[in-house]
């Protein structure tokens, strides 16, 4: 392992937002590590990053198993580098009725969207506790903040996320390491709202919906901050978004 290699991993590298955020720290020079639990819908990802001259690797890993996220940390701290940065970006947003709402389902949304989280920062912080710094971001939505209708489910797991992200803010922030929790809020550039939601995705015309590159930025402008100014939570939303 080379100790000149920075590595970010990215939990949840899908075709928008965590691709986005994994090609955006590759450009400045980190290790892309990105997990999917499929590999084969990596590699396009993959081969973009050392496309442009960038490193990268793609990992098959279930977040909701802690013996599988100890073997990703593992691997990749001992084969790779250490894991300077790390995101959390798996959504489960499934809408349902309470009405209608399966205790199986609403189990797996929270197992997906909420514990996954816990396990996958746990033991990425229990690397960087020891070297004294690092940056922990967890991607969160409007849900985090407030529950809607027929959106229990999605909305009890992101709050729980939130919940997360500041409790290991204020323990972690004192041992140099930043938590920082990012609340998206409208819909972003990607080919399911193109073809699901055609009206909404006619707003991208007017940089009325979000852009993948743009949320990039600001995980990378978070894990650039300066700790005398660090930014705990961050709300990104268009401009015509209501709220």
């Given at each position: ?6 590595v ?14 994994a ?6 020079g ?27 690797h ?11 996220v100890?073997?990703?940390?593992e691997?990749i ?14 959504g489960?947003n ?6 209608d ?17 816990f ?24 849900a ?23 409790s ?9 390491i930043?938590?920082a ?8 550039d ?8 055609p009206e909404?995705?006619?707003r991208?015309e ?18 650039a901050?300066?700790?005398?100014a ?12 209501k709220?």
């Amino acid at each position: 392992m080379s100790n000149d290699k920075k590595v970010v991993l990215v939990i949840g590298a899908g075709d928008a937002t965590g691709g986005a955020i994994a090609k955006r720290f590759a450009r400045e020079g980190y290790v892309a590590c990105v997990t999917r639990r499929s590999a084969d819908k990596l590699q396009p990802l993959v081969d973009e990053i050392r496309a442009a001259g960038g490193e990268a690797h793609g990992f098959a890993s279930d977040a909701r198993k802690e013996e599988a996220v100890a073997e990703l940390v593992e691997t990749i701290e001992r084969d790779i580098g250490p894991i300077e940065a790390f995101v959390f970006n798996i959504g489960a947003n499934v809408p349902c009725s309470i009405l209608d709402e399966t205790a199986r389902k609403y189990f797996k949304i929270w197992e997906m969207a909420c514990f996954s989280a816990f396990l996958t920062a746990q033991a990425v912080a229990r690397r960087m506790v020891v070297r004294g710094r690092g940056t922990i971001l967890f991607t969160g939505a409007t849900a985090g903040l407030r529950g809607a209708a027929n959106f229990a489910a999605f909305a009890g797991a992101k709050h729980g996320v939130r919940a997360l992200a500041q409790s290991m803010a204020r323990e972690l922030g004192p041992r140099n390491i930043h938590v920082a929790h990012v609340v998206v809020d409208g819909a972003i550039d990607t080919a399911f709202i193109r073809d699901s939601f055609p009206e909404m995705y006619a707003r991208k015309e007017q940089d009325g919906i979000l852009d993948p590159e743009h949320i990039a930025d600001n995980y990378w402008f978070l894990h650039a901050q300066p700790r005398d100014a660090w930014t705990f939570e961050l709300d990104l939303r268009p401009w015509m978004e209501k709220w």
